[in-house]
């Protein structure tokens, strides 16, 4: 299997799009949801990542990908305060009693509300 | 007041009713015990919600017939091993409640539940699920309930409801308060009246019981005529003055406070049942951006606003507040097959980072399609001869200076009520009672702390101003500061080398001894890398991985900022200068 990852420093936070462009069914999905233009539809082939220095980790293109091809670790949304909150709950560093799901989308973690 | 507690019980299914009822002071098994009162011979029950079985195994034991459904799968398995040596064992089903009578699911025995005629229920009951859920959500479960309830059947509903008299409700309050702080969880609002939720979704009354202040237990049965959908009918004003004066509202506390409003299905013009579906987010401004923008170009259309917890789109999608299941819960609880005849819902582009599209088709029968980003490109995107892929311009996030200066406007009022308000006011309330009780101590004016009082007024004005330049600094030359990687650190320095200097300048100007320019350029550099940072939730090209990395960054600034600050001013203040 040929995996593409893009947007480095995957190893110290997990981020970052993991690529499979064998999966790819050109639906252009990546590219319908997609805010900042990272995607590309080439006439033939499957899409590419033409320009990861624009991408916030949204997580669009992986959640709409209906090949699957795409996997973006989601982790909420860009506001400091909300990331505050995250790393005081010490995300990120999932043990068997804090599951990542639990820490990471409790509610009062997040300045929205 | 206990019930908030389950959260914590659920995670021991084994002491759950135990425990529970010893938080509830044995109120849940009178509960149980009237509601097995109801129970007769070859019933047909269904408890949903039905924790480790305890009502369900008491009510298969008086001869009925007992369904079981509950989401957490620990329970469920406990309570096939507790019902096992059970003559006539019930059924446990792990699954959503909410989603019973879906199209599909993927638990279809639930499925099979809403659907198959002969799977009516005589007897509905739950006990302390619906103060859990969403106020969106339970009247969702009553339409649930309502769709499963066989011709004569009642239901029997216990929740805990806010009290009535004041001093209890005091220490519903402060419980709740506890409660959230302890489990670091946002309990839902508490029903205020469980006949009214009944009454709107169909049913009628026949009995009504307090256990306790919090606790009400309602048997109903369902109504002879059906009530009008409320959510399908929703009326909120969105031109002339008074939404005018609500979207200046919205700019100026939007960013620090939620504004939500009403869920449902609101309209634009005239719609038919051919009309689009729109679909959008509960938060205030966001509602009045969307039915001005297609009012203005003359689109008749239904709009589906769904409940993200008054936070707008883009926000709500990338955090926990808006996804398929808040579409779905929608599309149901407003009956819209009822309302248009066609299967096609409009999302807005930002929504997709909660959404699975297919899954929203196989739960509602609904097709998504994406609009633009704008909705004001919605009418030229509507007449496109080939929808996809999106024009670029349509399909991507712009920052234009006019919507640099909207956040602007929201950012100042969001620093100074979110932040600063409070020390503020606590050294202003110290200030003027050391003023009174010096005036009341001394009985003179001359020795007053008033000269200081007005010092702080007057350091309290320049900040503010400080504040709102570097705002609109920011806002203003947003785009050009440096931002290699995304980088929000490298922005600030480039604000702080903007602003810096004009303040020398200022101060300059003013001729302020060097003590002050000092205090200033520190404060300064303090507050641009602080706004900037800040600035990361006005934007949507703020990115987690820069911002979870770069926000110690400003901790270290403010931290060493302050720490030289209070050493500065000591040193200052001993060696006289």
């Known amino acids: 299997m040929n995996v593409v990852t893009e947007n480095v420093e995957i190893e110290d936070s997990g981020f970052g799009i993991i690529y499979d462009p064998e999966k790819c069914n050109r639906c252009g999905l990546c590219l319908e949801v997609c805010p900042f233009n990272v995607w590309e539809l080439p006439d033939v082939g499957p899409a590419v990542i033409a320009r990861s220095e624009n991408c916030t980790n949204c997580t669009s293109c992986a959640k709409n990908c209906l090949g699957d091809a795409i996997t973006v670790n989601n982790m909420g949304c860009g506001c400091i305060w909300n990331q505050a909150g995250r790393q005081n709950d010490k995300c990120g560093e999932t043990t068997a009693e804090t599951t990542e799901e639990e820490c990471c989308t409790s509610e009062n973690t997040s300045c929205c509300n | 007041m206990a019930v908030a507690f389950m959260a914590a019980l659920e995670k021991a299914p084994e002491s759950y009713d135990q425990k529970f009822d010893e938080v509830l002071e044995g109120r849940s098994r009178k509960i149980r015990e009237r509601i097995l009162e109801l129970v007769t011979p070859g019933m047909k029950v269904l408890d949903l919600g039905c924790g480790p079985g305890q009502l369900v195994i008491e009510a298969s034991m008086k001869g009925a017939y007992v369904i079981g459904v509950d ?361 003027a009672l050391a003023n009174i009780g010096i005036a009341l101590v001394f009985s003179s004016v001359f020795v007053s702390l008033f000269p200081y009082t007005l010092g702080f007024l007057l350091l309290f004005a320049e900040f503010i101003l400080a504040l709102a330049g570097n705002a609109l600094v920011l806002g203003l030359i947003f785009p050009i500061l440096p931002s290699k990687g995304n980088s929000f650190w490298r922005r600030g320095l480039g604000l702080a080398g903007i602003t810096i200097p004009i303040a020398i300048l200022i101060m300059f100007l003013l001729t302020v001894n060097w003590t002050t320019l000092i205090v200033w350029v520190v404060v300064q550099f303090m507050l641009a890398i602080s706004l900037t940072m800040d600035w990361s939730g006005m934007t949507s090209v703020s990115d987690p991985k820069v911002i979870r990395r770069e926000y110690p960054y400003m901790i270290q600034v403010l931290k060493f900022g302050t720490v030289f600050l209070v050493v500065f001013s000591i040193i200052v203040i001993i060696m006289g200068w």
Not at chain 2, 178 to 195: G, M
Not at chain 2, 266 to 280: D, F, L, Q, R
């Open chain 2, 71 to 431: 989401s957490n799968a620990q329970m469920i398995s406990l309570a096939k091993r507790r019902a096992a040596e059970l003559k006539k064992a019930p059924e446990f089903i792990h699954g959503d409640i909410l989603s019973i009578g879906e199209n599909v699911n993927p638990e279809e025995a639930i499925t099979a539940l809403g659907k198959e005629p002969e799977t009516k229920f005589d007897l509905i009951t739950s006990t302390f699920l619906l103060s859990e859920l969403k106020p969106v959500q339970r009247d969702l479960f009553m339409q649930i309930v309502r769709t499963m309830l066989a011709d004569d059947g009642i239901i029997a509903i216990a929740a805990e409801t806010l009290p009535e008299s004041s001093s209890d409700r005091k220490v519903f309050w402060k419980n709740r308060g506890q409660v959230e702080l302890d489990a670091r969880i946002r309990l839902p609002s508490p029903i205020e009246s469980l006949e009214e939720i009944a009454v709107k979704t169909g049913f009628s009354v026949d009995e009504f019981k307090k256990y306790g202040p919090e606790i009400t237990l309602l048997i109903c049965k369902e109504s002879e005529k059906k009530p009008a959908n409320g959510y399908q009918n929703r009326r909120k004003v969105f031109s002339g003055i008074k939404a005018r004066l609500r979207i200046w509202y919205n700019h100026l506390t939007g960013s620090y406070r939620s504004l939500p409003i009403t869920t449902g299905l609101y309209k634009v013009g005239n719609p038919t049942p051919e009309s689009p579906v729109i679909v959008t987010a509960n938060y205030e401004l966001t509602y009045y951006t969307v039915l001005r923008a297609l009012a203005r170009d003359g689109i008749e259309a239904w709009v589906l606003v769904c409940d993200t917890n008054g936070i707008n789109v883009w926000c709500a999608a990338r955090g926990i507040h808006f996804d398929s299941n808040d579409v779905v819960q929608m599309v149901r609880l407003t009956e819209l097959s009822d309302v248009v005849n066609h299967k096609e819902l409009i999302l807005p582009q930002l929504a997709a980072a909660g959404m699975n599209p297919p899954g929203i088709r196989k739960r509602t029968g609904f097709r998504v399609r994406y609009g633009p980003v704008r909705i004001q490109d919605l009418s030229e995107w509507m007449k496109l001869d080939k929808p996809r892929p999106k024009p670029r311009k349509m399909a991507t996030v712009t920052f234009s200076l006019k919507e640099r200066m909207d956040q602007t406007v929201a950012h100042i009022p969001f620093l100074f009520a979110a932040i600063l308000a409070k020390p503020i006011a606590i050294i202003l309330g110290i200030l």
